[in-house]
C-alpha cells in the first residue's frame, strides 16, 4: 500500500465517511471508532484518534493540523450498509483498495437504499406480533395482534415522516395497537388482550437500541452507552404511555 501523507485531509474525510454511514445505519460506537482508526493506519497514520457519540463524530491525527467534526442527524437500521463498510475497511487493510478507490465504494454504499419497502415492513410487523401473541397465550391471539402489530407499525412510519420525534410516532402508534387490539377483543376476535397487546407493541421495541447501549457500556464508552440506554427508555415509556391511556379510556 502506497503512503499518502500528502493527502491527509482526503483520508480523514475518508475516515469520518466510514464512520458516518456505520453510525447512521445502526453500528456500535466503538466499532466506529476502531474502523476509523484501522482506515487511517492502513494508508499510513498509525496515530489517529476517534471520538464517536451517537449524534456526532470527532476525528484527528497526531501533529497534523486536521480535525475535523460532522454530526449525524438521521439514525435507522441497516445492518447491510455496516457489513459492506466492514468489507471495504478490511480491503483497504488488505491493501486491495486505493484511497480513491475506497472512498468512491463508499460513496456508493451510501446512496445505496437497502430497507424494505414500506409493505414489506408492515407485513413483517405483523406476522412478527402475530406470533409473538402466539408465544405469549395461543394460537387464538394470532390473528388480533397481527392485525393491530401491522395497523400500529404502519401508523408508527407515517406519523415519523411528518414529525420527526420518534417519541410522538410511538406513542400514537401504541396508542392506535392498544385501540385496535380493545376493539377487536370486545367483538370476539381475541381471547387475552393482555397478550394480544404485548405482541403488537414488540415490532416497536427498540431492540437494537438496548442491545447496542449494553455493548457500548461493556467497552467503557459511558457516554454513548447511557445516551442510547436513555432513548430506549423514552421508547419504553412512550409505548407504555400509550397503551396506558388506552386503557384507562378503554
Not at 395461543?138 to 388480533?144: A, E, L, R
Request: overall charge neutral; aromatic content about 10%.
Amino acid at each position: 500500500m502506497p503512503t499518502y501523507h500528502d493527502r491527509t485531509n482526503d483520508i480523514v474525510d475518508l475516515c469520518l465517511l466510514a464512520g458516518k454511514i456505520m453510525l447512521e445505519s445502526g453500528g456500535e460506537t466503538y466499532r466506529v471508532e476502531d474502523t476509523m482508526m484501522r482506515i487511517a493506519a492502513s494508508f499510513g497514520i498509525p496515530r489517529s484518534h476517534s471520538y464517536v457519540t451517537p449524534t456526532g463524530i470527532i476525528f484527528s491525527i497526531d501533529r497534523m493540523n486536521s480535525t475535523q467534526f460532522i454530526r449525524i442527524v438521521e439514525r435507522s437500521t441497516d445492518l447491510q450498509k455496516v457489513a459492506l463498510v466492514n468489507n471495504i475497511s478490511r480491503r483497504i487493510s488488505n491493501g486491495e483498495l486505493s484511497l480513491d478507490e475506497a472512498y468512491t465504494q463508499l460513496k456508493e454504499v451510501e446512496k445505496q437504499k437497502f430497507a424494505y419497502s414500506l409493505s414489506q415492513q408492515v407485513a413483517a410487523a405483523a406476522i412478527a406480533s402475530g406470533c409473538f401473541a402466539v408465544m405469549f397465550g395461543g394460537w387464538n391471539n394470532f390473528f388480533p395482534s397481527f392485525l393491530a402489530g401491522g395497523a400500529g407499525f404502519y401508523c408508527f412510519e407515517m406519523i415519523h415522516r411528518l414529525v420527526k420525534i420518534r417519541f410522538f410516532a410511538e406513542f400514537f402508534a401504541s396508542f392506535i395497537s392498544g385501540g385496535l387490539a380493545l376493539i377487536l377483543v370486545a367483538i370476539g376476535l381475541g381471547a387475552n388482550l393482555d397478550k394480544i397487546i404485548i405482541g403488537s407493541v414488540m415490532p416497536l421495541v427498540p431492540g437494537l437500541v438496548i442491545t447496542n447501549a449494553v455493548r457500548d457500556l461493556m467497552a467503557g464508552h459511558f457516554l454513548a452507552g447511557l445516551s442510547k440506554g436513555a432513548e430506549a427508555f423514552l421508547t419504553a415509556f412512550a409505548i407504555g404511555t400509550g397503551i396506558a391511556l388506552i386503557l384507562s379510556i378503554g
